[in-house]
């Protein structure tokens, strides 16, 4: 027994200090900001203290604990050296009292950051809060009206969104630009600025504030970071009294919003803008009006919807007059002439719709393409392309940024588009008029190499998702060279139509060949290699077409470019023999006229492609369905 009860006394006498160390209660660390040792060591955040611990808080230092069974948060800040409960309940410091529901929530977001490096560990942490009930929130919003002068009927968003900064706050708070590298302090004009950074608020009153953030983003637009949620509860940054925490790098403005003594304090405190707000300003001002600078919108889009606005004017107003010429009927003659009147603003409208234009912008665009086209001569087509492109991006940017749009926007597109016109239309319809004489003379003195250039690259870009029926009619690309071009691109759909039967049958001949070759594009960038059929096809009828046949492209340049896509090509150079004949130049279409077109369109693309297909299928080149189509 004795041996029991001297056990008992040594164990009770072993504990006591410890006990007595503890002092009952214990304490979590919230943040701590400069230096704040315990023993000798610094103490850390998450950190559980006792009231009988000793202490010490250096100059400019700051302590924030919460005590879980009181539920309170205290800001500890006096320097010198005491125990924990000589702090609290000696020195009066900054108290708050808690919600269990919040004081869980601030505890749950202290341990869920198991990052310690970063600088708000080492600064403080920055909590959010969304507590407050539906009947204090709406105090809240009425106290805020009144704070902002405003009449209480605007949103949440509208309350809080002010554009005067020059309110001040009631508390002492400052506010840094902190780099993230090295944790220096950039300077307020943003001439050192590096990224990535962060703000740092030190809070120097003796009261808890809870603050929430307004951030402004790229297009200057502001919104609070942190909303309220379903019920209407705020979310807010918990800031304790005499700390520092840092904030998220896009913070530019915070209101201050305080409820104890005082229900809060509304304030604005400006921050620095970012250096590339501007640059992100303008693209972000690009995207909301679907302004797309890019070689893909400019370039197979645009260029595109070019060749079907000239289809739709020029080459079938051409087709309709051929046909009121030959079977003489005059009312035929003056609506294909009713037709080809409107090239020009039918190019514009097109070019307009491909780039996504509002329609007071593509309206206005008929009277720049109109001007465009008549300026430009001859390479007209590359003249409508270019200035309607500026005209309609300008128009865009415009459109229905002011109350009198139906003026303004229409204003500035026909304006600035027939300035264009004016300025630029004659030397690009020049320089294109150049190019296409400069390309067609070089296919007289050298029609067989020529005829293979020409054939391989308009026969390419018939396939490739770009027109080369716009690029034909942007140069004005006729005669010999238009031959060639013909070829080409009937060597591609022709051959392509061919080529695949085994695998599409009679649909896949007629959408191919006499559709758009196009359709393979998807299976072409799988293998390749089954294009090498139609290209060397284009390399083969080419230089016949040219050197052999002599075959000419004397009508609407546009059909130079179409191939065998609505027998449009074959059309065109009919209308050429018709032109030929009314200049003189030609007595006669012959037989034999006749046959070289339908050899050039139809039989030797035919032939020449299934042959080569055939060799590449037997090496294995081209595969079982590489060439299928989903029709």
């Not at 004017?313 to 009312?331: C, D, F, M, N």
């Not at 085994?502 to 006499?514: D, S, T």
């Not at 196009?518 to 960038?525: D, E, H, P």
Request: proline share 4%.
């Amino acid at each position: 027994m004795k041996i029991i009860l001297t056990a008992v006394f040594l164990l009770i006498a072993i504990l006591s200090p410890a006990t007595a160390q503890q002092g009952g209660d214990s304490y979590i660390v919230y943040s701590v900001a400069g230096s704040v040792k315990s023993a000798g060591h610094p103490i850390q955040p998450k950190q559980k203290l006792f009231p009988l611990q000793t202490i010490t808080i250096g100059k400019e230092s700051q302590l924030t604990l919460l005590n879980e069974d009181a539920k309170l948060l205290y800001s500890l800040n006096r320097t010198g050296t005491w125990t924990v409960k000589e702090y609290i309940h000696d020195m009066k410091p900054s108290v708050l009292r808690l919600s269990a529901n919040y004081l869980r929530y601030i505890k749950d977001q202290l341990f869920s950051n198991t990052d310690d490096t970063a600088p708000n560990r080492k600064l403080g942490k920055v909590t959010t809060t969304g507590y407050r009930g539906e009947e204090e929130n709406q105090q809240f919003i009425q106290a805020m009206c009144a704070c902002l002068q405003v009449s209480g009927n605007e949103t949440l968003q509208e309350v809080f969104v002010q554009k005067d900064p020059s309110q001040k706050s009631n508390y002492l708070l400052t506010f840094e630009l902190v780099s993230h590298q090295d944790g220096s302090v950039l300077k307020p004009d943003g001439s050192n600025l590096k990224n990535p950074y962060y703000v740092r608020a030190t809070n120097h009153s003796l009261v808890t504030l809870f603050v929430n953030v307004l951030n402004i983003d790229s297009s200057l637009n502001t919104y609070l970071v942190l909303q309220p949620d379903k019920q209407g509860h705020f979310a807010n940054y918990l800031l304790p009294a005499e700390s520092t925490v840092s904030f998220p790098q896009q913070l530019i403005r915070i209101i201050i919003t305080h409820y104890k003594p005082a229900f809060f304090d509304c304030a604005h405190h400006q921050i620095y803008f970012k250096k590339e707000i501007p640059m992100k300003k303008f693209k972000e001002f690009l995207k909301r009006k679907d302004i797309e600078i890019s070689a893909k919108r400019y370039g197979i889009d645009a260029l595109g919807a070019m060749a079907q606005g000239l289809f739709a004017s020029l080459l079938i107003g051409t087709i309709i007059a051929t046909l009121g010429e030959q079977l003489g009927i005059a009312l035929l003659v003056t609506i294909g002439g009713y037709a080809k009147a409107a090239t020009g603003p039918a190019m514009a409208v097109a070019i307009g719709y491909a780039l996504h234009c509002p329609p007071l912008v593509l309206f206005s665009l008929v009277a720049v393409g109109s001007a465009a086209n008549t300026l430009g001569g001859a390479g007209g087509p590359l003249a409508v392309l270019i200035i309607t492109v500026l005209a309609a991006e300008f128009g865009k940017a415009v459109s229905k940024e002011t109350k009198i749009d139906i003026i303004v926007t229409p204003f500035v597109t026909i304006v600035i588009g027939s300035l264009l016109a004016m300025l630029l239309a004659p030397a690009i319809g020049k320089a294109a008029s150049s190019v296409g004489a400069a390309i067609m003379w070089a296919t007289e003195l050298q029609p067989f190499f020529m005829g293979i250039i020409i054939s391989v690259i308009v026969g390419i870009a018939l396939t490739l998702p770009i027109s080369s029926a716009a690029i034909c009619a942007a140069l004005s690309l006729t005669g010999l060279a238009g031959g060639a071009a013909l070829a080409g691109c009937c060597a591609n759909m022709v051959g392509f139509a061919v080529l695949s039967f085994r695998e599409n049958k009679w649909g896949g001949l007629f959408a191919q060949g006499i559709g758009t070759s196009m359709l393979q594009m998807g299976n072409i960038v799988r293998n390749p290699r089954i294009w090498l059929p139609a290209i060397l096809t284009s390399a083969i009828t080419g230089p016949i077409a040219t050197c052999i046949f002599k075959l000419q492209m004397n009508g609407a340049a546009v059909a130079s470019g179409m191939g065998t896509c609505g027998l449009v090509g074959q059309i065109g150079v009919y209308t050429g023999w018709l032109n030929d004949i009314a200049a003189g130049t030609r007595t006669a279409i012959t037989g034999f006229d006749w046959l070289e077109l339908v050899l050039i369109s139809f039989i030797l693309p035919g032939v020449l492609a299934w042959a080569f297909g055939l060799f590449f299928r037997k090496i294995g080149w081209i595969r079982e369905n590489d060439l299928k189509l989903d029709l």
